[in-house]
């Protein structure tokens, strides 16, 4: 059996140094890392068993939970993913009342190996999804504050995937050998979502509170209504926070061509189409600044740019475009491909959308 030094990386995977975590409480004399590995393989097992044996289950309750889905198919398969998660622990299947954990447990309980594994896995059975705001972080670990009940996490990161200062990260809190630590994974929402995301819960409880519950809280709505939870944040909030109808612009001039390319657009395209086309332009004014001399070019290039994602009964031509707003042609041309670099992953998406006729 190997021997831990001191100074060596503790065995129970904190991230601390040996002499700073488990050294002087002899808890390793029974090889720890063999335990954890086994812990974090039960968690596919778990899911591994869920699918197999409750398909038909999962799919149904999925279907009737999660009624209103994203237009983004990756959206959709987090959406489906974290929910099936969240109903494998907390929601009793068949006429046994019991959940498909509590099944996992009846049925495997006797395959594994070691008895502190199973000891550590009977104690997911208070599991519960967490919404935490990002404290600090070090090469292993990443330390945050529930943004419900400002209680601290302290727990591994996944290599790749290193959340930054500020982020907020929802992940499902387990224990592990006494510790912290997630079930499988977690995602990241950046800073800048933080506000739309705490409003949107905020507004969802205030209606509950409302109509239903007065005492009802947000860490209630996210432990005890969490497909209705993530519905709220990915399709309501944030979809709707990517492309806001009204746009903070930085500078007047920007704003002036935004003004100039609505009042163009209206009556000829879908006011999606122009809610796009504008999109488009905070965009490109985030990424590039651009000083703005001729409005009429940028308005012409933004509408040419939508114009070549739709099908027009008579082909819409840059020539087209550019008498349109009163411009040269050559002008158009050159600022369209100066646009479309800078633009194109987003271009691209939209034509993504538009071909699976998510756009009218």
């Not at 205030?206 to 519905?231: C, G, K, M, R, W």
């Not at 040419?304 to 009163?326: C, M, N, R, W």
Request: hydrophobic content about 35%; proline content about 4%.
């Amino acid at each position: 059996m190997k021997k831990w030094r001191p100074d060596d990386p503790c065995p129970c995977r904190s991230g601390e140094i040996h002499k700073n975590c488990c050294y002087n409480n002899n808890v390793i004399a029974f090889p720890t890392h063999l335990i954890y590995n086994e812990i974090i393989e039960t968690q596919e097992k778990i899911l591994d068993f869920a699918y197999s044996t409750f398909n038909d289950e999962l799919f149904q309750f999925n279907k009737d939970e999660l009624h209103t889905l994203s237009d983004d198919d990756e959206i959709n398969e987090l959406i489906v993913f974290f929910t099936t998660v969240w109903s494998i622990f907390h929601v009793p299947f068949e006429d046994s009342n019991l959940t498909i954990f509590q099944e996992f447990i009846k049925n495997k309980s006797k395959t594994f190996k070691r008895s502190k594994t199973l000891e550590n896995i009977l104690k997911w059975t208070d599991f519960q999804p967490v919404l935490g705001q990002v404290k600090q972080t070090n090469n292993t670990h990443v330390e945050l504050q529930c943004v419900f009940t400002d209680k601290s996490y302290y727990i591994p990161i996944d290599p790749g995937n290193v959340p930054e200062v500020k982020n907020l990260l929802l992940f499902f809190s387990i224990e592990i050998l006494g510790k912290q630590d997630k079930f499988l994974s977690y995602l990241i929402f950046p800073e800048e979502q933080y506000e739309a995301i705490m409003n949107g819960v905020y507004d969802s409880v205030n209606s509950i509170q409302l109509e239903e519950d007065v005492n009802y809280t947000a860490l209630d709505y996210i432990q005890h209504d969490f497909p209705d939870f993530l519905i709220k944040l990915f399709v309501d909030i944030l979809e709707t926070a990517e492309t806001p109808e009204e746009f903070k612009w930085r500078n007047p001039n920007h704003e002036t061509v935004s003004n100039e390319l609505t009042d163009a657009m209206e009556g000829k395209y879908h006011e999606d189409l122009i809610g796009i086309a504008n999109a488009l332009w905070y965009i490109y004014c985030e990424k590039y600044s651009p000083i703005v001399r001729s409005s009429s070019i940028f308005a012409a290039t933004l509408e040419y740019i939508i114009s070549t994602l739709v099908h027009f009964p008579t082909k819409y031509t840059q020539k087209d475009v550019a008498e349109k707003y009163g411009i040269k042609t050559n002008a158009l041309v050159n600022k369209y491909h100066e646009m479309y670099s800078v633009l194109e992953d987003e271009i691209s998406a939209i034509t993504d959308l538009i071909e699976k006729d998510l756009l009218q």
